[in-house]
């Protein structure tokens, strides 16, 4: 998706932390807390690294630049849809 990839995946106490590449040009880390991933993905359906990649995918698509480290959450900002977006595109990633 976008020449995104997950490198790393942990699991910590309230959801996530990936270290995923981008076109293998910069790596950024992402936090994906259990509350995000339960709003993007109810009854669990895909892996949280595809929600994970669906939100970098979502940055990448309004051409915002992303941070080095960022919360998944932080997508919200690019409008009152974007959860809609991230949706969209962790269906795509199915």
Same mark, same amino acid.
């Given at each position: 998706?976008? /020449?995104?990839?997950?490198?790393?995946?942990?699991?910590?106490?309230?959801?996530?932390?990936?270290?995923?590449?981008?076109?293998? $040009?910069?790596?950024?880390?992402? $936090? @994906?807390?259990?509350?995000?991933?339960?709003?993007?993905?109810?009854?669990?359906?895909?892996?949280?690294?595809?929600?994970?990649?669906?939100? @970098?995918?979502?940055? @990448?698509?309004? /051409?915002? $630049?992303?941070?080095?480290?960022?919360?998944?959450?932080?997508?919200?900002? @690019? /409008?009152?849809?974007?959860?809609?977006?991230?949706?969209?595109?962790?269906?795509?990633?199915?």
């Amino acid at each position: 998706m976008h /020449g995104i990839d997950v490198i790393e995946e942990h699991e910590v106490d309230r959801g996530w932390v990936f270290r995923c590449s981008i076109a293998q $040009t910069c790596e950024v880390e992402v $936090t @994906l807390s259990w509350v995000d991933y339960n709003r993007w993905c109810p009854g669990g359906t895909a892996a949280p690294r595809a929600v994970a990649e669906a939100v @970098l995918a979502c940055f @990448l698509a309004h /051409g915002v $630049t992303v941070p080095e480290s960022m919360d998944a959450g932080r997508v919200r900002r @690019l /409008g009152d849809r974007a959860d809609d977006h991230v949706m969209k595109a962790i269906a795509a990633y199915e």
